[in-house]
């Protein structure tokens, strides 16, 4: 939503905010084939959570359903295009307002995606994909085999402990900075309100830039040595689920759509290009295990349509042509 006056895009907060257990007593206890996980494949937030389920090797133990790309006028809606599954399979709803409602009949919204389901007690567990990256990494480790489990994945894991300060940091600025900030840049309705957002994403970008350009903490911080694979070192993170669902977005819809104009990242990003591509590209090792590739490949080609319709509907009201760019050729480079 935008405040009066100041043409600011505000994000709403999310307001399910239950969480999965190990603990077989919990609430919300650990078990396959009990949670559904409901997607709409453009949305970032909702990416960062697929991507971990398939890092994770869930794709048994939590069920996918994945909704059309774009909103309509009621929200979220099952349309039976693409990849989109022609209604919900647990109670034939078309909206997904209505699992929100047979959740809870008095809330109002928003209604938005990513959405963990309990299957058992027919009701919403968490709606913030942030908590349900975390639930996704660390809940279920006991329902898989010993090589997919934290402890045992390369580096510790998503979020291993020695490192949880580090991500969290980063989390915090890549969200504040980049993460939201191409949305209340490209939501903005003042010239005021865009502008004040706009040079901080850059500068979070080029933060972003500098930190890949950098040795690695295993190397000491040693002019002249490697520079890093992975935002935080050697290793894949949570950090770089996080940062990889905006920077697959921004060339094809922040830039072009969003006015995120500065730069792009193919030409004025050089280390954060070769990551997103090495990431992009990995269809096959034990660390990536096909995720990004899998889950952006199919997609990539309706993340321009799909916020050109968004930005149409949030700042023109819907009103006028809706003009769709197209490009860059190719999307994405091969390594």
Known sequence: MASKGSGAFIRSESAFRNFISPDPNARFPAEKGRYALYISPTCPWAHRTTIVRILKGLEDIVDLYELHPSMGPKGWYFSGEGSSLPADPLYGFKYLPDLYKKADPSFTGPFTVPMLWDKKSHTVVNNESSEIVRMLTIAFDNLLPEHLREVNRPGGGLYPEHLRSSIDEANSWVYNLI???????????????????????????????????????????????????????????????????????????????????LKSIRHDYPNIYCWLRRLYWDQDSRETNGAFHQTSAPYVDVYGPSYASARHKKVFGGKGPLIVPRGPTPFIDQL
């Open 179 to 261: 993460n939201n900030g191409v949305y209340k840049t490209g939501f903005a309705t003042t010239q005021q309100a865009y502008e004040a957002n706009l040079y901080p994403l850059f500068e979070g970008l080029d933060r972003v830039e500098q930190l890949l350009s950098s040795p690695p903490p295993s190397e000491g911080g040693s002019p002249g040595t490697k520079t890093r694979t992975y935002l935080l070192g050697d290793n894949l993170t949570e950090a770089d689920v996080r940062l990889y669902t905006t920077i697959i977005r921004f060339d094809v819809a922040y830039r072009p759509v969003f006015l995120c104009s």
